[in-house]
């Protein structure tokens, strides 16, 4: 589709090709053309594209019912799919504090519920002067003014900044360009963790009610985990401080660690937990929110009930369909795959990318992996943003049948370029090499583009 379509597309003017089915892993345009979609649009699609047994549930629903409003009633989907949220949680997050959902359409909703949910609590809980938000400046909470304030994505930030409200970025997790030499992974997240300790000494902590951070950095890093212990000082510096813990798994979530929820893994229970893009894995847009009882019972105790609401909480189709897309992949234990998989892929990718010029770093979780290119190894100095290597790798992946997802973007005032892959859970062996080898011949195409 080019410039005619009346639609705001992301590149204007571009010529989008026309996806019409899907096929598993694969995307199909009205061409015919095959498409290995490699990352999930952006590590959304994680039961690929054509699950049967979702499909079902979705007609199902929308054959009974496709809407009913949540202030007038509650509906059995969107009740059974908290009920399968907070039970996983309290199973498999250690200490884990979650036991209330609240159900939106997406990501960036996630983000306001959570900053607003957080505010409000300190109100009722006695301690007005609790409003001042922490972020860190390698992060990405979606792009409603709210979710943008918070996030540290300068260049998604910049038209907007007189409109965003205050927040304060401290140093990332991101130990590629940050860890000295004489520092081992956990002496360095101790150091990064402890930014938090000093600038909410600094803030006053009776000013500070949350901290928001993603475990694994998605959209504005390039998959870039947090290092072993980096969480769990966190968790006690917000314990000491009294400040809400709210972790974002918008991306890194529902099991694109390997493990459905990433805090589980870091041995890390947040007071407020984001999640959308695999709850409902594309089939239908829906995210959620969840919390700890202390919070809720202090609204419900207090003022009674949450300032907030939009239309389409607790959609009953989407929660249907994210019920049969969770179901589905216990059903199928798709989290071994994931972690199967996932190591199978990065071996893969190390063994075509360890020693690539213009490959600084693999990294990742699971099937959330990325690959930071640089202009030159050994000082990591990026490419010239002007070239958007990024975006011609994703072009060159496109014309060669694979999707992958590109970023690029400032950090601390740094160019980067990165490609994050994050395939669905359903991905088998013989996927791999197509990803490796597909990946391999655009990014050659893109840096003779770059620099030929
Ligand atoms: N948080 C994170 C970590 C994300 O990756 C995203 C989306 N890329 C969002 C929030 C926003 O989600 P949405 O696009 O569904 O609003």
């Not at 589709?1 to 995307?27: C, E, K, N």
């Not at 409200?165 to 997790?173: E, F, G, Q």
């Not at 529902?254 to 594309?282: N, Q, Y």
């Amino acid at each position: 589709m080019t410039s005619s379509s009346r639609i705001f597309h992301r590149q204007p003017g571009a010529a989008y090709p026309v996806a019409v089915s899907g096929d598993g892993p694969w995307l199909i345009d009205a061409d015919g053309r095959r498409y290995l979609d490699a990352c999930g649009g952006a590590a959304v699609s994680c039961l690929g594209h054509s699950d049967a047994m979702v499909r079902a549930a979705i007609r199902a629903q929308v054959d009974d019912l496709a809407y009913a409003h949540s202030a007038f009633f509650t509906t059995r989907p969107a009740e059974d799919l908290a009920d399968h949220l907070i039970t996983r949680a309290a199973a498999r997050i250690p200490d884990n504090r979650l036991s209330r959902v609240y159900l939106v359409s997406g990501g960036s909703e996630a983000a306001e519920a959570a900053l607003k949910l957080a505010r409000q609590y300190f109100l009722e809980a006695g301690e007005p002067t609790r409003h001042r938000i922490i972020a860190r400046r390698q992060s990405y909470h979606g792009n409603t003014l709210g979710a943008l304030a918070v996030g540290g994505n300068q260049w998604r930030r910049a038209p907007f900044e007189p409109m965003l409200m205050p927040a304060t970025h401290i140093a990332p997790c991101y130990p590629y360009r940050d860890r000295r030499d004489d520092e081992t992974e956990e002496a360095y997240g101790q150091r990064v963790a402890d930014d938090l300790d000093a600038t909410i000494r600094t803030l006053g902590p009776e000013t500070v009610a949350a901290f928001i951070a993603e475990p694994v950095v998605g959209a504005t890093g390039g998959a870039v985990p947090a290092v072993p212990g980096y969480l769990r000082r966190i968790r006690e510096i917000c314990d000491r401080h009294g400040v809400l813990l709210i972790l974002d798994e918008v991306m890194c979530g529902m099991g694109r660690t390997g493990h459905l929820f990433a805090c589980a893994e870091d041995g890390v229970s947040p007071d407020i937990l984001m999640i959308a893009k695999g709850l409902g894995a594309g089939y239908q847009p829906i995210g959620a929110m969840l919390c700890s009882d202390r919070i809720y019972d202090t609204i419900v105790t207090g003022s009674g009930f949450f300032q907030h609401g939009h239309t389409y909480l607790g959609h009953v189709t989407a929660c249907a369909g994210a019920l049969a897309v969770q179901r589905r992949i216990e059903a199928d234990d798709l989290l071994a795959n994931v972690r199967t998989q996932g190591a199978a892929l990065r071996a893969a990718l190390e063994a075509a990318f360890g020693d690539h010029p213009h490959v600084g770093d693999i990294r990742g979780r699971g099937l959330i992996l990325g690959l930071e290119l640089v202009a030159d190894r050994a000082t990591k100095a990026p490419f010239d943003p002007a070239v958007r290597l990024h975006a011609r790798v994703k072009g060159e992946a496109m014309a060669r049948g694979l999707m992958c997802y590109p970023m690029g973007g400032t950090i601390d005032g740094r160019q980067g370029d990165h490609i994050m892959l994050a395939p669905p859970f359903i991905l088998g062996p013989e996927h791999i090499p197509e990803i490796v080898d597909r990946l391999a011949g655009a990014l050659d195409a893109a840096l003779e583009g770059a620099t030929g």
